[in-house]
């Protein structure tokens, strides 16, 4: 039985929590012991919305210990793994903390601030012999992974371009609204943006160059607008945006993506999975309807508990790349979208 402390309870750390509570319904070998937050708010039952509908159950909170600090948790509770979905620039410090502590680590994107303070972790994880796993979620998400395998398989033949999409509300709900302070989120760009950055390097691997136009609204926020332009060898035409300034209640949230083959297209968009083979008839792919969120939290413990390695999917190493391609894009925008090679 694996035994799990959850580090921040804000908007994603109450996703992570529905899982749990839902895994061990299941019967799944591990149970959630511990939250550790400074906020007191939240032992009183206070589960913080955002964007994306991630569930917001009642939750008997007498079930969990609670903790103001990690370290304290981890030693008291003799932890297996923490769960850390904090604010991005303590995601390196707490990580490697945790992992000098004797406990493995999962960790919410983006991997760090910097690919600098990632491989901080990575360092950590092969210095201590700990488990270490980025949350890159859409690596979990069963329409990107029909999509990674028709890309591999090469049953449409080779990439030919790409446009990938994600937007919505600007996000207040944040602990001292840490999400629209550059320094601490980086902004749109590496903290939303940043699933389109990860799904383009894990489908495409590094680009030879980026060129990114990003619009900040308010001082201080970092880009709340970014449109990206990523140059391969082979000419494919690969395309992202994202946009955080979408305000209006009948919007919401949506991601979306197109992907042409030399034989097809696979598009994701307004919530509807389809493929369009060339000259036949298009289909919706009979694919599981369960969110990335379940899957990666389950692959995480499963390694644990298998001793199997739990970043396969998910490769510390490329969860820093995608940082560095962000910082790469980042240096693009702040020089009106210059060319910059990798």
């Not at 509908?53 to 609670?66: C, L, M």
């Not at 990674?148 to 609204?177: A, C, D, L, M, Q």
């Not at 950055?197 to 060129?211: C, H, K, Q, R, Y």
Request: charged fraction near 25%; aromatic fraction near 12%.
């Amino acid at each position: 039985m694996l035994k799990v402390g959850l580090v921040g309870l804000g908007f994603m750390g109450n996703a992570h929590l529905q899982n749990y509570i839902r895994l061990e319904k299941e019967g799944f070998p591990i149970k959630l012991v511990a939250i550790c937050d400074i906020d007191d708010k939240k032992q009183g039952g206070a589960l913080v919305e955002g964007n994306l509908p991630v569930g917001i159950d009642n939750v008997d909170f007498s079930n969990y210990n609670f903790y103001k600090e990690m370290e304290e948790m981890i030693k008291t509770e003799e932890l297996d793994y923490v769960d850390l979905c904090l604010p991005t620039y303590i995601h390196s410090t707490m990580a490697v903390e945790a992992m000098k502590l004797g406990a493995h680590v999962f960790c919410e994107k983006p991997m760090a601030i910097s690919s600098s303070e990632g491989q901080k972790m990575i360092d950590a994880s092969k210095e201590y012999d700990k488990q270490l796993m980025i949350g890159q979620t859409l690596r979990f998400f069963p329409s990107y992974l029909y999509l990674k395998e028709t890309i591999e398989s090469k049953r449409y033949g080779e990439v030919v371009g790409g446009y990938f999409f994600r937007g919505g509300t600007t996000p207040i709900w944040s602990w001292e609204n840490w999400l629209l302070q550059k320094d601490k989120s980086g902004g749109c760009l590496l903290d939303q943006h940043i699933h389109d950055v990860d799904t383009i390097n894990w489908l495409f691997g590094l680009p030879e160059a980026v060129s990114t136009s990003g619009k900040v609204i308010n001082e201080g926020n970092g880009y709340d607008i970014v449109s990206t332009n990523y140059y391969y060898p082979d000419g494919k035409v690969i395309h992202a945006e994202d946009d955080w300034t979408i305000n209006n209640d009948d919007y919401g949230f949506e991601m979306r993506f197109r992907v042409n083959f030399e034989k097809g297209t696979i598009i994701l968009e307004n919530g509807v999975f389809k493929d369009y083979p060339h000259g036949e008839k298009s289909f919706e792919p009979d694919i599981s309807k369960e969110s990335g969120y379940y899957y990666e939290i389950k692959h995480f413990a499963e390694s644990i508990l298998n001793n199997t390695q739990a970043d396969k999917r998910v490769p510390s190493e490329s969860a820093r790349d995608t940082i560095f391609l962000a910082e790469k894009e980042q240096e693009s925008a702040d020089q009106n979208g210059v060319k910059v090679n990798l």
